[in-house]
């Protein structure tokens, strides 16, 4: 297939104007303007008209069974409420309620133009189910906790792995490991997942310095968070050390590691994320719902973190009026901008794309469009001047999917 289009977004590159993609075999084997494509042979040519093409978003943190719980949970005074009140849901929900809610959230991604998403799972039982069912490129991450169940972390990791090791997996779906939380995952299994992710290359994830009743809970062994957890848990590794720290300390860090929100840091502590080269997952509009301290963002750019973006879950996300809140990375985005406006739109699309793909360990096949990438691309309506800043500038804040393509296959269209 070949896609006509009014301009093209790379992203790593200068936008091309009246450009033309090629495609073969899922990928895409030719990228420049349309009056130098020569031989196109047979294939079938689309001319999208005045659309932008980019590519697929990269959405690197979701709670994909947690959709339908959008708006029903108002931002709580601390974040220890919202644990509580989520804890309340899943203990109430069936598998069916599950199921549901994952596919719709599913759903809104792809209608949004996000193509890949790392999502955390808390019912692994709906994967073959809910694989089928989409054409996303998943990365489930399962989550291990084991603080309340107090089960032999040996036994939880063992039981994740086969599960895993079980999974048929259909095209674009893949596996990896979430120790939750150091407040919610012993010691021993967050090392173990550690051992195990570097012996096998695996991602991992957890959620990590999000709020600040958890740094001052292992940082001063103070705080709702520590009091809370004090009867639930041991409480020797509140001792001082941040939780950074604490990851580094339990081997979690490296580049195959995706810390989620760090929205506190201790001294030095972009600098060992930094070192480890590990990915730290930004999740704007969950930032603002807890009305967490402003995002270090600076901070960690400048001591040479990866940054990317996610969405979290519609748990943790302000409604829209009396409208529920939707998945929809494009939000996020908008939503970092008004946080941070010193930095450059071409920079937040980054963020949700190369930035991402780099996080996931796929930096050399997903979040550009070049030869030899996934011919995941998305479209946008776009008739202005062929201007970088300026298309950057109109796509943040006014861009909807359109046209989305995943492995050069179109999955939806206007």
Not at 203 to 217: G, R
Not at 232 to 250: F, I, N, T
Not at 294 to 312: E, Q, T, W
């Amino acid at each position: 297939m070949i896609l006509r289009a009014r301009c093209i977004l790379p992203i790593s590159a200068p936008p091309i104007d009246n450009g033309a993609l090629v495609f073969e075999d899922g990928r895409i084997a030719w990228a420049g303007r349309w009056r130098d494509l020569e031989n196109p042979g047979d294939r079938k040519v689309r001319d999208l008209g005045e659309v932008a093409l980019l590519p697929g978003l990269i959405n690197a943190h979701a709670h994909l069974d947690y959709t339908s719980m959008g708006g029903r949970i108002p931002p709580p005074r601390f974040f220890p409420d919202w644990v509580k009140t989520i804890l309340y849901f899943k203990a109430h929900w069936s598998f069916s309620e599950f199921a549901e809610s994952w596919l719709k959230g599913a759903r809104m991604l792809l209608e949004s133009g996000t193509t890949t998403v790392a999502d955390i799972e808390s019912v692994p039982e709906l994967l073959p189910q809910v694989w089928e069912s989409t054409p996303l490129r998943v990365i489930s991450f399962l989550e291990l906790t084991g603080v309340k169940s107090q089960r032999p972390p040996a036994e939880i990791l063992s039981e994740a792995l086969d599960r895993i090791d079980g999974l048929a997996r259909p095209d674009r779906k893949e596996c990896a490991l979430s120790p939750h939380a150091l407040y919610s995952t012993q010691p021993e299994l967050i090392r173990a997942s550690a051992k195990i992710g570097a012996g096998r290359g695996m991602l991992l994830s957890t959620h990590l310095a999000e709020s600040l009743p958890e740094f001052q809970m292992f940082c001063d062994s103070a705080g709702p968070f520590y009091d809370w957890m004090k009867g639930q848990r041991r409480m020797d590794d509140c001792r001082g050390a941040s939780p950074v720290q604490l990851a580094h300390e339990y081997g979690l860090l490296s580049s195959r590691f995706l810390a989620i929100h760090v929205n506190y840091l201790a001294p030095e502590d972009e600098t060992l994320l930094a070192r480890a080269r590990a990915s730290v997952v930004h999740c704007p509009r969950s930032h603002d719902y807890f009305g967490h301290d402003p995002f270090p963002y600076a901070r960690l750019a400048k001591a040479g973190v990866n940054i990317c973006l996610g969405s979290d879950s519609l748990a943790s996300t302000r409604k829209f009026g009396n409208s529920d809140p939707e998945l929809n990375l494009w939000y996020d985005m908008r939503a970092f901008a008004r946080a941070h406006p010193g930095v450059a739109p071409q920079e937040i699309l980054r963020l949700a794309t190369i930035q991402g793909a780099l996080a996931l360990n796929k930096e050399t096949e997903l979040g550009q469009l070049k030869p030899g990438f996934a011919a995941d691309v998305i479209s946008t309506l776009y008739s202005g001047p062929i201007q970088e800043a300026r298309i950057y500038e109109e796509l943040l804040h006014t861009a909807q999917a359109r046209d989305v393509f995943i492995g050069g296959e179109s999955v939806l269209s206007p």
